[in-house]
């Protein structure tokens, strides 16, 4: 949006106060990059130094975590890794469907004011802290599963999930909806006039006209399962273990670093490894944004 | 010659039931999803009924916190969101003015909007990986008031940014064009005109932030929280800010898994105090904002 | 133009941001102005051992009614982290539930020239917490290696000679532990697993030690160890014998105090070289009987008395 050039008479001091706010707002617009840039780096730093001296396949591949150990130091995140995407994976599993469902109903089954309630009930679950839903794992949930279900230990992979599906739910369910009054009207009209229901409509034209954005949304549903912290730390269980059922015990990159750089001396090995969880998580976190932010640009172009 | 009647074939009726199990299926998802909050809510409320009035927030945590009430860490809650937003939202906006006002389609604004989405997906306890390197260790902050509630304003600005813009967007250029023709530039155009019609939109936007920051605990356990502090019951201004602080969220997680022989109803008193003051800063979001928009003549 | 009234919703707001921004300010300096007509109560920077926080804590409280002039301020985060701080100089005490090890004494020496000095304050003793339903009476040092250690045998209960926990669900023993960090973690592995042996994996690990006991308390199936002052009575406290065969006992003051009891440590407090009078007062108080009985108190275990004397 560009206003036409303009002469006018105005005082120096002015244009010059025009011109070094225009100059602050420049900076302020890449704030964002001198950010995520700056994030990076630091957490790189920090890390850098510990690179050398680690057999990296061991790193990604052992599950053995040992880093204070006094006779035989060994930095394995495998079970860690495999944590993080067996409980985001089985919160995914709750949540996908419950997501998309409820976005769908949403912005197509209901109108006027139940849309407008459901809105605003699902912005108030957004806003519940991850220390509540935390909380609530560890003291609600736990006893829960270990009364009504066959599982031996109450903070487990399926606890976790589960706050995780309610936690990432509200994010699939906005932005899905997004997606899908996205779509145009005429392609509802169009379906209308050949006589489909609602749930025709929906099935045949709109999921897959809103293909791209729903997946966008389940994207970024997995982004923020896999980078909470507080819920997972406390409603894990927290062990380094690989699990072999729903009902095990487990422990993520994220709580790992929650739970033990409190004590961790300032530049020790540990302390760099720490970092270094940091960096895989924020590229992988990196990496499921873009590919979300290149879904939605697939929407746009459309 | 009698009207055509209309007969349901099976085909329609199949249709019709396929629609209503449809309907009844996605309602109950939304039942699943709206249920676990009244039920959440309710529970908290509930056990941590006993312990929750006044003086419970006006009062210290005493006999190593298993007793008296929250103040310090409510307070400490208020310091750091406020410093938070003050910091994050001047920057927020602004990054959005330049987004929408003045930046054309290049490779710099692509680049800018990218970032934007990447720093609202860096998981938060990256942010207080970061806020260690950067604000605790390498700016010399300590920690400190200053370095949490810098790390939680980096956190914030990405949302703040993304709202922001929205709000902008919805100033019709119309209002823009108007402006400049009667000779304003662009900066004028921006203040007189274009901010004041859209900060209902930027206000909801950085409202809606102060839950999400009040809420957060990864980002300040390693920048600036503090397991206890000692101030003065019902002091307004306590902290310094280059002290460290207590938080709400810090304070339940702190009782939750370190203070032994606690009466039971504490952490959930905590807990609904935190949900309840952050649902109520939602609320009240979301009803400026609804009569705002009814407000809007365009 | 249109709509300009609510630019004042703009100004407003702008208004606003300023008051908050001097308020806090003024928040600050009238901290500082109330302290300047008020003598300025002498701050003791309090850091270390999460073990005793909680302790460290109620002392603190208690020392306000023997010297009101004078705060003293307590954070954990670990054994490790207090003596750091006390070497460059943030922490006047640091609280260490272990002793100062060379290392850090020499890098200390090094770099700061400080010699810590170093008051023994008071015991822990680290229990063995299982679920109150479990029928097992007692369990011997061994049996706790094989069970934590890496490499151990023992992962079942049966193999303990229990085989009727009620709602256990499982035969698999538990394990509930701390994070890798902390003090009592690095106690109980020196102490139970070995200097030179690890952990088994799998345990579950949790970040505090309330957490330990809450979490044995409600799982029946499990075993995990924490301070005696975190006892409830949801959970069952087991004798402990140090070899197998030998006799069994409970954690209590007599049985720390008279070595019997195989898992007990010293609790230290560590000033930078010799402390300041109002820091050695305060030392001085909290071994004194006043400050023993705090210790008492909160569920650890004081000194005797004779060790108490300065």
């Known amino acids: 949006m560009n206003p036409p050039p303009v002469r006018q008479a105005r005082s120096a001091l002015s244009l010059w106060g025009e011109r070094a706010i225009e100059w602050i707002i420049r900076l302020c617009g890449i704030s964002a990059v001198i950010f995520v840039f700056s994030i990076f780096l630091f957490v790189f730093l920090e890390g850098a130094p510990l690179i050398p001296d680690l057999n990296w396949i061991q790193v990604i591949f052992s599950p053995e975590w040992y880093p204070t150990s006094r006779s035989n130091v060994r930095y394995g995140v495998g079970a860690m890794i495999i944590g993080t995407l067996s409980v985001t994976g089985l919160a995914m599993l709750f949540a996908v469907p419950f997501g998309l469902g409820a976005a769908v109903f949403v912005s197509e089954f209901c109108g006027g004011r139940l849309k407008e309630t459901l809105k605003v009930v699902i912005e108030m679950l957004a806003a519940i802290p991850s220390i509540v839903w935390g909380f609530i794992g560890l003291s609600v949930m736990n006893h829960l599963i270990q009364t009504w279900l066959p599982a031996p230990v109450g903070l487990n992979l399926f606890n976790a999930a589960l706050l995780l599906a309610l936690m990432s739910v509200p994010i699939i369910v906005s932005i899905g909806e997004d997606a899908l009054k996205a779509v145009p009207d005429s392609y509802r009209e169009a379906a209308l006039a050949l006589g489909a229901t609602r749930w025709q409509t929906v099935y045949r034209v709109l999921l897959p006209a809103a293909r791209n954005g729903l997946l966008a949304a389940v994207l970024l549903g997995v982004g923020r399962a896999i980078g909470e912290t507080m819920a997972v730390l406390m409603a894990t269980g927290h062990a380094v273990n690989i699990p072999t059922s729903l009902f095990d015990p487990i422990r993520t990159l994220t709580a790992t670093i929650a739970a033990e750089l409190g004590e961790t001396a300032v530049g020790s090995p540990h302390y760099r490894m720490l970092f270094l969880i940091g960096l895989m998580l924020f590229s992988i976190t990196f990496v499921v944004n873009l590919l979300a932010d290149l879904a939605v640009r697939g929407v746009r172009r459309q | ?298 | 133009m249109p709509r300009l009234p609510l630019s004042r919703h703009l100004r407003a707001t702008l208004w606003l941001s300023g008051c908050l921004v001097l308020m806090l300010g003024a928040g600050g300096g009238c901290g500082a102005g109330a302290s300047r007509s008020k003598p300025r109560p002498t701050v003791i920077q309090n850091i270390g051992s999460d073990t005793m926080v909680n302790l460290a804590q109620a002392w603190a409280e208690a020392y306000q009614g023997v010297a009101p002039n004078l705060s003293v301020e307590v954070s954990g985060g670990g054994s490790g982290l207090g003596i750091a701080a006390l070497m460059n100089g943030t922490a006047d005490v640091a609280n260490s539930s272990r002793h100062i090890e060379p290392e850090e004494e020499a890098k200390g020496a090094q770099r700061w020239g400080i010699k810590p000095r170093e008051f023994l304050v008071g015991f822990d003793a680290l229990s063995i917490y299982v679920h109150k339903d479990n029928p097992i009476t007692e369990i011997s040092m061994e049996e706790l290696h094989e069970i934590y250690a890496e490499g151990g045998r023992i992962d079942r209960w049966s193999q303990l000679g229990i085989t009727n926990i009620p709602n256990a669900r499982t035969d698999r023993i538990i394990r509930v532990s701390r994070q890798n960090n902390s003090g009592t973690y690095q106690y109980f592995r020196d102490v139970v697993c070995g200097k030179h042996t690890d952990f088994k994996l799998g345990s579950l690990d949790m970040n505090g030690s309330k957490d330990v006991v809450e979490l044995v308390s409600r799982t029946p199936g499990a075993i995990g160890y924490s301070g005696l002052g975190y006892r409830t009575e949801n959970v069952k406290m087991i004798p402990v014998s140090p070899r197998k065969g030998a006799r069994a006992v409970l954690p209590n003051i007599a049985t720390t105090l008279d070595r019997s009891y195989p898992i007990s440590r010293p609790m230290f407090m560590y000033t930078p070289g010799q402390p300041p009078p109002h820091v050695l007062a305060f030392l001085e108080w909290v071994v004194s009987p006043a400050g023993q009985s705090i210790v008492e108190r909160i569920g650890y275990i004081p000194m005797p008395p004779k060790e108490a004397a300065p």
């Not at chain 2, 945590?61 to 208020?78: E, K, Y």
């Not at chain 2, 509630?149 to 823009?176: D, G």
């Not at chain 2, 023709?181 to 939109?201: C, D, E, F, K, Y």
Request: glycine share 6%; net charge positive; aromatic share 8%.
């Open chain 2, 1 to 298: 010659m009698n009207p055509p009647t209309f007969t349901a074939t099976p085909h329609v009726l199949r249709k019709l039931r396929r629609e209503r199990l449809a309907a009844l299926v996605l309602s109950g998802m939304v039942l699943a999803m709206v249920l676990p909050l009244f039920a959440i809510v309710a529970y908290l409320v509930v056990k941590g009924a006993p312990l929750i009035n006044w003086a419970f927030l006006v009062t210290n945590p005493t006999d190593g916190m298993r007793a008296g009430g929250i103040w310090s860490a409510l307070v400490g809650t208020v310091y750091l969101v406020v410093i938070a937003l003050l910091v994050a939202a001047p920057i927020g906006v602004l990054c959005a003015v330049y987004l929408n006002e003045y930046a054309r389609e290049s490779w710099l604004t692509r680049l800018i909007n990218l970032a934007v989405v990447n720093l609202a997906g860096v998981p938060s306890i990256v942010h207080a990986l970061f806020g260690l390197g950067a604000f605790v260790l390498f700016a010399g902050l300590g920690r400190s008031i200053l370095a949490a509630s810098l790390t939680l304003a980096i956190m914030t600005l990405p949302v703040i940014i993304a709202s922001t813009k929205e709000a902008l967007n919805a100033v019709p250029l119309s209002f823009r064009e108007a402006c400049w023709n009667v000779g304003a530039s662009r900066w004028q155009t921006i203040w007189r005109v274009v901010l004041p019609n859209s900060i209902s939109g930027i206000l909801t936007g950085v409202i809606l932030q102060v839950s999400r920051t009040a809420g957060e605990t990864a980002p300040i356990m390693f920048t600036g929280a503090v397991f206890f502090k000692k101030v003065a019951d019902g002091a307004l201004f306590p902290y310094a800010l280059t002290d460290q602080c207590m938080a709400l969220s810090m304070h339940l997680y702190t009782v939750t898994t370190q203070v032994n022989n606690a009466p039971e109803a504490l952490p959930y008193a905590i807990a609904v105090v935190l949900l309840g003051a952050v649902l109520l800063v939602n609320a009240t979001a979301i009803i400026v904002r609804s009569y705002l928009r009814s407000r809007k003549k365009w």
